[in-house]
């Protein structure tokens, strides 16, 4: 049984996300309401035939990710004050890793293990789901640069300052390793709303979360982010231009360089006090 102070202690450790994926649904709903009315009200003003019943999907389709970037630049200015406060309330530790060695095996692992996660969603359909097909159309979206900015900077960036700089730190101040990037690669998957991204971000949070345990560098684990959305970024493009893909040697490739990055990661020496 979790003892009632375990459990105010996992809530103290993992609030800041929750309220990150408040703010974030409050602005996607706000602003895409009033955005969405001067869509409808510039189309008519220039348009004579009635408005299609789904223009609202096709707004967020367009626009869905300017939105979302709004979105988390809130979340942002709301998280960048918290993760100052937490860092200076965490034990300090020293890595004496090479930087420039820990950036290629992270790069190498991260894009292993997307190949992997991609090739398994291709190969059990869970792709096909509804909630994940709505998410792709709207990452499919709008103008390659914001597209890039959204997914690829922007997202991994104030994702990692909220789990990993804030949520894992505070769990590490009493809870044991382990625990503490299981609660917080549980608490990554939950909020990004539907049943694929949910099981699939908490592989991605395992790993991240275990990088940080281990190197207590955010950055590091900024960059595997960034790689691994980088990819599926990439992915995007390729399917869009109708490109042929083999999920067989995406599978292949992506448990080799998954495995090779993780074994060379675990040879690396750790932070210590």
Same mark, same amino acid.
């Given at each position: &049984?979790?003892?009632?102070?375990?459990?105010?202690? $996992?809530?103290?450790?993992?609030?800041?996300?929750?309220?990150?994926?408040? $703010?974030?649904?409050?602005?996607?709903?706000?602003?895409?309401?009033?955005?969405?009315?001067?869509?409808?009200?510039?189309?008519?003003?220039?348009?004579?035939?009635?408005?299609?019943?789904?223009?609202?999907?096709?707004?967020?389709?367009?626009?869905?990710?300017?939105?979302?970037?709004?979105?988390?630049?809130?979340?942002?200015?709301?998280?960048?004050? &918290?993760?100052?406060?937490?860092?200076?309330?965490?034990?300090?530790?020293?890595?004496?890793?090479?930087?420039?060695? =820990?950036?290629?095996?992270?790069?190498?692992? +991260?894009?292993?293990?997307?190949?992997?996660?991609?090739?398994?969603?291709?190969?059990?359909? &869970?792709?096909?789901?509804?909630? #994940?097909?709505?998410?792709?159309?709207?990452?499919?979206?709008?103008?390659?640069?914001?597209? *890039?900015?959204?997914?690829?900077?922007?997202?991994? =960036?104030?994702?990692?300052?909220?789990?990993?700089?804030?949520?894992?730190?505070?769990?590490?101040?009493?809870?044991?390793?382990?625990?503490?990037? $299981?609660?917080?690669?549980?608490?990554?998957?939950?909020?990004?709303?539907?049943?694929? !991204? #949910?099981?699939?971000?908490?592989? @991605?949070?395992?790993?991240?979360?275990? &990088?940080?345990?281990? *190197?207590?560098?955010?950055?590091?684990?900024?960059?595997?982010?960034?790689?691994?959305?980088? @990819?599926? +970024?990439?992915?995007?493009?390729?399917?869009?231009? !109708?490109?042929?893909?083999?999920?067989?040697?995406?599978?292949?490739?992506?448990?080799?360089?998954?495995?090779?990055?993780? +074994?060379?990661? =675990?040879?690396?020496?750790?932070?210590?006090?």
């Amino acid at each position: &049984m979790i003892s009632k102070e375990s459990i105010r202690k $996992i809530y103290q450790s993992t609030y800041p996300a929750f309220i990150m994926f408040l $703010i974030s649904s409050i602005t996607m709903n706000l602003v895409g309401k009033v955005a969405v009315k001067i869509y409808l009200e510039s189309i008519e003003t220039i348009s004579s035939h009635p408005v299609s019943e789904n223009i609202t999907t096709q707004f967020f389709s367009l626009y869905g990710l300017h939105i979302n970037m709004i979105a988390h630049v809130i979340c942002l200015l709301y998280l960048l004050p &918290m993760l100052n406060k937490t860092l200076k309330e965490a034990v300090k530790y020293h890595n004496y890793s090479s930087s420039i060695y =820990l950036v290629a095996i992270t790069i190498v692992g +991260f894009l292993g293990l997307n190949l992997m996660l991609t090739a398994i969603l291709n190969i059990s359909g &869970m792709g096909r789901s509804i909630s #994940f097909q709505n998410l792709a159309t709207m990452v499919a979206g709008g103008s390659v640069p914001v597209r *890039f900015l959204a997914v690829v900077i922007i997202g991994p =960036l104030v994702e990692e300052i909220c789990f990993r700089g804030i949520v894992l730190n505070r769990l590490l101040a009493w809870s044991k390793p382990s625990a503490a990037v $299981i609660i917080q690669s549980i608490s990554f998957g939950a909020v990004h709303g539907n049943l694929v !991204q #949910f099981l699939f971000s908490i592989c @991605l949070g395992v790993a991240l979360g275990s &990088m940080f345990v281990k *190197f207590r560098k955010l950055w590091v684990c900024i960059v595997g982010h960034v790689v691994f959305n980088l @990819l599926g +970024f990439v992915f995007s493009i390729l399917i869009s231009m !109708q490109a042929d893909i083999s999920v067989l040697l995406m599978l292949i490739l992506g448990v080799i360089f998954s495995s090779l990055g993780s +074994f060379a990661l =675990l040879k690396l020496p750790g932070a210590v006090m």
